[in-house]
């Protein structure tokens, strides 16, 4: 391959091209532009096609479809609905481009089970004289991106019509260049999918020993066990197991924590650690607090691989905290658990199995969010084997959290590459 710098030819180019991409519109690429409503109005098409949630004659393909990775549920439509809906029938491999809210977007269409028609909310597009595949990424591509929104109108949601989205312009390169740089693309495409099935096999494994090596509903014992070990396990209560449960409040009332804490979006000297943060795998934004608002927090103050649990929202989801640059605090919605005499490993890992969740679940509170008081919580049972048991356990599920830990972290890079390769090879 070889560099470029001008602006109508790429940064990276396979070796045999040269010469300036042609300035092309949408409408000269794509020979169908077309959507859900060139099928007639939506009074026409409510009164003559239906929607079924259970199985039946053809999909009507959402942007959620692709967002969820078509695992269902889907929409329906019965032979009739679909024959209506025949201006936007769609065919493996053409593309869909969401034209309301997360306009742009574009996704390729699979091979699925039956026929599949169009649902609203995106545009249908299929090219005869252009590699599909090579549009496909070039759809994707941030300046393509950047030029379909500035060409969108704003309001209640963003929105693109028909008509601008033919006319904005865009630079393509000869057919043959375009089968080059989309089979790259693609190959990049079938490595992801490979690591992206194995990091997916490893955590469903991982979920099979959760299950297995845990007692389920009415058992005392697990079904899966290292050899050497034959006893019950105990019943325990939270309360006995964590000698430290603890939250943001135990600080004092919330007025006199406003008082005395001050908050800062900027660098400071100690973080306030929340769900969102874990859930963002701390990739920031923070928040920060000062050295006077960390003392007076001190009653939640952080170690690396103490428990947080959320007790407002998603009650029971628990985490494990990290080693950070910085002094640690807890922030409101979460509780803090310790424990001297357990592993934490175990405990940390007990806490995320269907069983616990649902424990913590039922003894929750329901109103505009679900919420556990600590006291509640502390008065939930569970059972639990030697402190031997739980370290053969504990070492067996961080050996698999490390490996999937590695493997994503590949799928990661190979995403950036691609992304990488995105920018460089597109004009």
Known sequence: MTKNSTKKIPRLRFKGFEGEWEEKTFGDIFNLITDYVANGSFKSIRDNVKKYDTCNYAYMIRIADFNNNFKGPFIYTDVDGYNYLSKSKLNPNDLIMSNVGYVGKTFKVPQLDKP??????????????????????????????YKIKINSSTGAQEKINKTDFKNISLFIPSYKEQKNISRLLLKLDNIINLQFKKVEQLKKLKRGYLQKMFPQKGESVPILRFDGFSSEWKEKTFGDIFNLITDYVANGSFKSIRDNVKKYDTCNYAYMIRIADFNNNFKGPFIYTDVDGYNYLSKSKLNPNDLIMSNVGYVGKTFKVPQLDKPMTLAPNSILLRSSNYDIDFMYHLMNVDIIQYKIKINSSTGAQEKINKTDFKNISLFIPSYKEQKNISRLLLKLDNIINHQDNKLLSLKALKNAYLQKLFC
Do not use: E, G, K, W
Request: no cysteine; charged share 15%.
């Open 116 to 145: 599949m028609t169009l649902a609203p909310n995106s545009i249908l597009l299929r090219s005869s004289n252009y590699d599909i595949d090579f549009m496909y990424h070039l759809m994707n591509v941030d300046i393509i991106q």
